[in-house]
């Protein structure tokens, strides 16, 4: 009886020793747990874990923010299944299952709103102690507006390397054209000193070297303001007359409303309307908005497109109100539309780069922009610039 009791008495403490282990264990177990739910709530990244199946059981608050999707959306789904191409997905999750762990630079997510996200994506696959599989744990770092980036960046390159080849285009038509309006004169001479010619004919041959003159003339006008649009300089202020900008402008972009029914209204001020400022980086300006107008207007497909341009001189500023009737932009984007990179115009159209760059150019000269856009109805920059 005493050897058993004895034998009691001791399984009695063992059973109490491994009782308190355990009860650690589960204290720790459960710290452990809080502190990673902890972690998956304050990641900014996309961080997920799959069972063996690759069923997601469980999901970071950035996924959240990456995807869109709520949490309870989310569990008991496959991780495949948020992929853009779930076909292109599952090489990725079949290599962690066979190397342990596998890296992938932009692989595509669909977001809930329907839009692409591109993420970075590093999965380690999960084991117990005996070696067994028996999930993956996946973060995914939101990379959408970095690749955004890298794409506008080489686009604004391809614009840049246009713009370079354009001003060598026009100073090879400059040569041409020079040697045209050289041989236009010496056939006017010609044909002034010719005898014989009946008055019809003479009369036809001036009148053919007018047209070929006015043309010339005009080839030479044109490339003279893409050439001086195109070159860099640094900014010079000096004084002149916003009006004469503006109708500058216009006159650039001929070629722009030529093929539209478009009507430019102009509401100017009584005289001109000097300001001490920096004309070329002012006309880089209009010209931007206008060519927004202009699109937009072609966008909208009516037949009474109409651009107006108001100024006026207020105090010590001047002024300068572009409006059209096209279709308005919505206020949600109305909050970004100088945002850097950011556009509404459809993929090759637009960089997101003129209106930031825009309001730079004016906030530099001492000035400020604004937007007014009501939908269905248009929308309205207007600029003002200090006199001096």
Same mark, same amino acid.
């Given at each position: 009886?005493?050897?058993?009791?004895?034998?009691?008495?001791?399984?009695?403490?063992?059973?109490?020793? !491994?009782?308190?282990?355990?009860?650690?264990?589960?204290? @720790?177990?459960?710290?452990?747990?809080?502190?990673?739910?902890?972690? =998956?709530?304050?990641?900014?990244?996309?961080?997920?874990?799959?069972?063996?199946?690759?069923?997601?059981?469980?999901?970071?608050?950035?996924?959240?923010?990456?995807?869109?999707?709520?949490?309870?959306?989310?569990?008991?789904? &496959?991780?495949?299944?948020?992929?853009?191409?779930?076909?292109?997905?599952? #090489?990725?999750?079949?290599?962690?299952?066979?190397?342990?762990?596998?890296?992938?630079?932009?692989?595509?997510?669909?977001?809930?709103?329907?839009?692409?996200?591109?993420?970075?994506?590093?999965?380690?696959?999960?084991?117990?102690?005996?070696?067994?599989? !028996?999930?993956?744990?996946?973060?995914?770092?939101?990379?959408?507006?970095?690749?955004?980036?890298?794409?506008?960046?080489?686009?604004?390159?391809?614009?840049?390397?246009?713009?370079?080849? *354009?001003?060598?285009?026009?100073?090879?038509?400059?040569?041409?054209? *020079?040697?045209?309006?050289?041989?236009?004169?010496?056939?006017?001479?010609?044909?002034?000193?010719? @005898?014989?010619?009946?008055?019809?004919?003479?009369?036809?041959?001036?009148? &053919?070297?007018?047209?070929?003159?006015?043309?010339?003339?005009?080839?030479?006008?044109?490339?003279?303001?893409?050439?001086?649009?195109?070159?860099?300089?640094? #900014?010079?202020?000096?004084?002149?007359?916003?009006?004469?900008?503006?109708?500058?402008?216009?006159?650039?972009?001929? &070629?722009?409303?030529?093929?539209?029914?478009?009507? !430019?209204?102009?509401?100017?001020?009584?005289?001109? =309307?000097?300001?001490?400022?920096?004309?070329?980086? =002012?006309?880089?300006?209009?010209?931007?908005?206008?060519?927004?107008?202009?699109?937009?207007?072609?966008?909208?497909?009516?037949?009474?497109?109409?651009?107006?341009?108001?100024?006026?001189?207020?105090n010590s500023d001047v002024e300068i109100k572009i409006e059209d009737n096209a279709g308005g932009i919505p206020e949600k984007d109305q909050e970004k539309i100088f945002e850097l990179f950011y556009t509404t115009k459809p993929p090759g159209k637009g960089t997101g780069l003129g209106l930031p760059i825009c309001r730079n150019i004016v906030r530099n000269l001492g000035g400020d922009i604004t937007l007014e856009s009501t939908v269905d109805?248009?929308?309205?920059?207007?600029?003002?610039? #200090?006199?001096?």
């Amino acid at each position: 009886m005493e050897s058993n009791s004895s034998q009691l008495a001791e399984l009695e403490g063992k059973l109490s020793k !491994v009782t308190l282990e355990l009860t650690s264990h589960k204290i @720790e177990l459960h710290k452990t747990r809080g502190y990673l739910q902890c972690i =998956l709530q304050n990641a900014r990244d996309l961080i997920f874990a799959t069972d063996a199946e690759g069923v997601v059981i469980s999901y970071s608050k950035g996924g959240e923010k990456v995807l869109g999707y709520p949490l309870e959306e989310v569990l008991g789904r &496959s991780i495949g299944s948020f992929a853009r191409d779930p076909d292109v997905f599952s #090489p990725v999750i079949a290599t962690c299952h066979k190397d342990g762990s596998s890296v992938v630079h932009d692989v595509a997510f669909r977001h809930m709103e329907g839009k692409t996200v591109y993420c970075n994506v590093s999965l380690m696959s999960l084991t117990n102690r005996e070696g067994q599989r !028996v999930g993956t744990v996946g973060i995914c770092q939101d990379i959408t507006r970095r690749k955004k980036l890298q794409e506008d960046l080489i686009q604004l390159d391809r614009l840049a390397e246009i713009g370079r080849i *354009a001003a060598g285009v026009a100073h090879e038509i400059n040569n041409p054209v *020079a040697v045209i309006k050289e041989a236009a004169g010496w056939v006017k001479e010609v044909v002034a000193d010719a @005898e014989g010619l009946n008055p019809d004919d003479r009369k036809e041959l001036e009148e &053919s070297i007018k047209k070929i003159s006015a043309q010339t003339r005009r080839c030479r006008n044109i490339t003279h303001k893409l050439l001086g649009f195109a070159r860099e300089s640094a #900014p010079t202020k000096t004084e002149f007359d916003v009006h004469e900008v503006l109708e500058d402008t216009i006159d650039f972009l001929k &070629s722009e409303l030529k093929y539209t029914t478009i009507k !430019v209204a102009r509401n100017f001020a009584k005289g001109p =309307l000097s300001v001490n400022s920096d004309s070329r980086l =002012l006309e880089q300006v209009f010209v931007n908005i206008f060519t927004n107008a202009i699109h937009a207007l072609g966008e909208k497909g009516a037949e009474n497109g109409r651009i107006e341009i108001q100024t006026h001189k207020r105090n010590s500023d001047v002024e300068i109100k572009i409006e059209d009737n096209a279709g308005g932009i919505p206020e949600k984007d109305q909050e970004k539309i100088f945002e850097l990179f950011y556009t509404t115009k459809p993929p090759g159209k637009g960089t997101g780069l003129g209106l930031p760059i825009c309001r730079n150019i004016v906030r530099n000269l001492g000035g400020d922009i604004t937007l007014e856009s009501t939908v269905d109805v248009g929308t309205a920059f207007n600029i003002r610039i #200090p006199v001096s």
